[in-house]
């Protein structure tokens, strides 16, 4: 289809430990329309977080193929790859990972640094980006001085920096409290809706995936359900 961003193909995954092959992936199929906001559910070890580090170039498939924008990533060269992880992907995980030295400012510039942006530009960007999560104001303080949902904040504000097309997000609420986590779950729907950002949100706030236009229920290493709902009841 002309407006598929990502499109996987019996996709696998296996593990050797030891003596014993794991299969983590079992013959995935999922396409995934741009613009759409899909949340991943499913109990822990059904393979939700394995598929995302696929999806994010950051591991490969034993078997199977995965299509972003009709590229396999399988097939990419390594400067490809990174160049797709860097431009094209943004993620954002449970645990912020925001430097304690830097302020919110300089944790969102980092991407764009390393894509050689230069320092002015990089500061716009970085701004810009805090603003639309609503931190303009708390630019210059250090994670340690903010709170858990204004870190979680940064941390997504560092994501979209760039500009991705797809937003990976893996329990991007399961370490704040429930009026927190509310915040950053309206925050995730109204960057989808602004930007036209591609979500797909590993969770198990079922608050959450309810929020979002479709469910995709793991088990097993294997999809058993793929529910849409009608954007107009979200």
């Given at each position: ?22 299969r983590i992936l079992k013959s995935l199929q999922l396409t995934v329309e741009a613009g759409e906001r899909v949340a991943i559910v499913g109990a822990s070890g059904a393979g939700k977080s394995t598929l995302l580090h696929l ?180």
């Open positions: 289809m002309e407006n598929t961003l990502l499109e996987l193909q019996d996709v696998t995954k296996e593990f050797i430990h030891g003596e014993d092959t794991l999806l994010g170039g950051l591991d490969t498939p034993t078997t199977g193929s995965i299509r972003f924008e009709g590229r396999d990533l399988a097939k990419l060269s390594s400067n490809a790859l990174a160049e797709y992880r860097a431009k094209k992907v943004g993620f954002v995980f449970q645990f912020h990972h925001l430097l304690p030295a830097f302020t919110a400012l300089e944790n969102v510039m980092i991407p764009a640094l390393i894509q050689r942006i230069t320092i002015p530009e990089a500061r716009r960007k970085s701004t810009e980006a805090l603003d639309r999560v609503g931190l303009s104001h708390r630019i210059t303080h250090r994670p340690g001085q903010l709170s858990g949902g204004e870190q979680q904040r940064v941390a997504i504000a560092r994501a979209i920096v760039m500009e991705p097309r797809l937003l990976l997000a893996d329990e991007p609420t399961g370490n704040l409290d429930s009026i927190t986590g509310m915040a950053v779950h309206d925050l995730l729907l109204k960057l989808n809706s602004d930007l036209n950002m591609t979500m797909i949100v590993v969770t198990h706030n079922h608050d959450l995936a309810a929020m979002f236009s479709r469910e995709v229920t793991m088990a097993d290493g294997q999809i058993k359900e793929d529910k849409r709902r009608d954007e107009n009841a979200v």
